[in-house]
């Protein structure tokens, strides 16, 4: 009697995946679709007249040509930072590497804004900390950041940990045997770096090098931050621009300038897959011991270096952010006479703008992770239970949503839910466009951790309880839901660091009551309350760095790989 009933799947599983799937479908893909319609056609007609008119305005090829060049040299930078700690950490015998890594995360969860906003607080003649220690120099010089090759310094920085993470990847797979055999032959260190290791590792760096080239190009905090009052405009600032001016044909010409942007994104993509897939041609099998290459003499001038390089992007800017929060007004020298917590207290406790947009990050970014979690523990169980063509391919386009430019999907959310199908509503102008948002670029973030572990559970359980008569759901709650839970909490506070001080999607999204923090902080400093915005920005980073020590305390209870700071 028992052999009668359906191991594999059931009619029950095939409709909840058929429900879930077009949920996740309708919230990832949807939005894209619109947005290429909306650049193809005009009165409902295929016609590309639009699109050939933005694309060959003067506007346009100058901030795509901007856009190539500081993502192109960002990207550079960011290989020189990240790929001297990825083949530092991975393959010698560093000491501390656990806080070296949790470091270099750090600026990758900090929104870009705030690394502009730190940043300018430490450069230029109003910087307060340079004024404190009389180096500030002459009032009336320029702020060199506020320039192309500020925008390519802070992209490298802000980006270089994506470096870091795919390189080491690639060279954890390194067996050490190869190495120690190439040594017993009598190569050289440089040489079996250069005949050995850089090879196994190139198709990680080069997949690296595409998807931090994809996020450079669409990273609006930066260019936004340094390039608006330098008058230098790139793809995503321009969009934003275009879309704060007046015209009936406003949503078509950004929604072409997103498709543009959106192409190059995608082009990115698609090269970072095929050195991914090339990636497995290397090696067969895991490494039985990890590299530990002996720095000898030079360890303690290499760990050095290193740490000044982590004070030089980390500490220096933070510290300059915080001495700004501490004085009456931009520009004062930090004292003890000039001490005060009036922009804490301003902005915390008396700005019913702040306090609503703390309130606001924290709704939508707890809210989309608690969604995600409801969302993305069914899915990535039924379909890895029962696999569809379907659901191979959302598989291969869920990561679309995040690795596109958020500016692309705000485009693509706005044109799909200005006017509501079959009645005159709209989601423009309210907090649910920007939540609706937050569900489509972080659900591939929550559904991939959900996803690994759910690969390494062994199917024997769920059939066990299925013979014996278990329900979906009951297997649901009490099988899948506990032995998954580390990886989904994972997710879920990932989901909400990267949400809570969001801003390329909320800005273009936000209305007068829905503004989120990252919006707030721009605003702000935009207005001239730099020490106010200081100190808003310093609180977010105090949350966003205690959230993740908080993660790193729990890392023992997670699956392996689920942090991307752990070692």
């Given amino acids: 009697m028992l052999a009668s009933k359906p191991i594999g799947g059931s009619r029950s599983e095939d409709r909840l995946l058929s429900s879930v799937l077009l949920i996740a479908?309708?919230?990832?893909?949807?939005?894209?679709?619109?947005?290429?319609?909306?650049?193809v056609t005009v009165d409902d007609r295929l016609n590309f007249s639009l699109f050939s008119e933005v694309l060959t305005d003067s506007s346009t090829r100058l901030a795509l040509k901007h856009s190539l060049i500081t993502a192109g040299f960002?990207?550079?930078?960011?290989?020189?930072?990240?790929?001297?700690?990825?083949?530092?950490v991975a393959l010698t015998d560093l000491r501390a590497k656990a806080a070296l890594v949790f470091c270099l995360m750090i600026p990758m969860m900090i929104p870009p804004q705030i690394t502009a906003l730190s940043w300018t607080q430490i450069m230029g003649p109003s910087s307060v900390l340079l004024k404190t220690l009389g180096l500030a120099p002459p009032l009336g010089a320029p702020q060199p950041l506020y320039s192309q090759g500020g925008i390519i310094l802070l992209l490298g920085v802000q980006h270089s940990a994506i470096i870091f993470l795919t390189l080491r990847a690639g060279l954890r797979a390194i067996p050490q045997e190869v190495v120690e055999a190439a040594r017993i032959s009598g190569a050289s260190g440089l040489?079996?770096?250069?005949?050995?290791?850089?090879?196994?590792?190139?198709?990680?760096?080069?997949?690296?090098?595409?998807?931090?080239?994809?996020?450079?190009?669409?990273?609006f905090g930066i260019p936004a931050m340094l390039g608006i009052p330098a008058g230098y405009s790139t793809l995503p600032t321009l969009i934003y621009q275009r879309l704060s001016g007046l015209g009936s044909t406003v949503l078509a010409e950004v929604a072409v300038l997103a498709?543009?942007?959106g192409s190059v994104a995608i082009g990115g993509i698609l090269v970072q897959r095929f050195f991914q897939s090339r990636q497995r041609v290397h090696l067969v099998g895991a490494s039985t011991r990890p590299l530990a290459l002996p720095l000898g003499r030079a360890r303690l001038m290499v760990e050095l270096s290193l740490w000044l390089i982590v004070c030089g992007i980390l500490v220096l800017p933070l510290a300059g952010l915080m001495a700004t929060s501490l004085v009456p007004a931009y520009g004062v020298p930090l004292s003890f006479e000039s001490l005060t917590l009036g922009a804490w207290q301003e902005v915390l406790f008396r700005q019913p703008a702040s306090q609503r947009a703390f309130a606001n990050s924290f709704v939508l970014a707890s809210g989309a992770a608690?969604?995600?979690?409801?969302?993305?523990?069914?899915?990535?169980?039924?379909?890895?239970?029962?696999?569809?063509r379907l659901g191979r391919l959302f598989d291969a386009l869920?990561?679309?949503?995040?690795?596109?430019?958020?500016?692309?999907?705000?485009?693509?959310?706005?044109?799909?839910?200005?006017?509501?199908?079959?009645t005159d509503a709209t989601l423009y102008g309210t907090i649910w466009i920007i939540f609706l948002a937050y569900l489509a670029r972080f659900l591939v973030v929550m559904f991939r951790p959900i996803q690994a572990s759910i690969r390494?559970?062994?199917?024997?359980?769920?059939?066990?309880?299925?013979?014996?008569?278990?329900?979906?759901?009951?297997?649901?709650?009490l099988i899948i839901l506990p032995l998954t839970a580390p990886a989904a909490a994972a997710g879920a506070i990932l989901v909400f660091l990267t949400a809570f001080n969001e801003l390329t999607v909320s800005a273009l999204l936000w209305s007068s009551g829905t503004e989120t923090l990252g919006v707030m902080i721009f605003n702000l400093d935009d207005s001239g309350e730099t020490v106010m915005a200081s100190a808003l920005a310093m609180t977010i980073v105090l949350v966003v760095m205690a959230l993740m020590a908080a993660l790193?305390?729990?890392?023992?209870?997670l699956p392996k790989g689920s942090l991307p700071w752990q070692t």
């Fill in 370 to 388: 608690f969604v995600l979690v409801l969302l993305c523990l069914p899915l990535a169980w039924l379909m890895e239970r029962n696999p569809s």
């Fill in 74 to 88: 960002g990207t550079l930078v960011s290989v020189a930072i990240g790929g001297a700690f990825a083949f530092l």
């Fill in 259 to 261: 498709m543009v942007i």
């Fill in 456 to 477: 390494q559970l062994d199917p024997a359980m769920n059939e066990a309880a299925q013979s014996v008569g278990a329900g979906l759901f009951q297997r649901l709650r």
């Fill in 398 to 422: 869920v990561d679309l949503p995040y690795a596109l430019p958020g500016v692309v999907l705000a485009i693509a959310m706005i044109l799909l839910l200005i006017n509501l199908p079959f």
């Fill in 25 to 39: 479908i309708a919230l990832t893909l949807t939005p894209v679709l619109r947005l290429f319609v909306e650049g």
């Fill in 552 to 557: 790193q305390l729990a890392a023992h209870h």
């Fill in 191 to 219: 040489r079996v770096w250069w005949h050995i290791i850089l090879p196994l590792c190139l198709p990680s760096l080069a997949a690296g090098l595409a998807i931090t080239f994809v996020t450079a190009l669409g990273n």
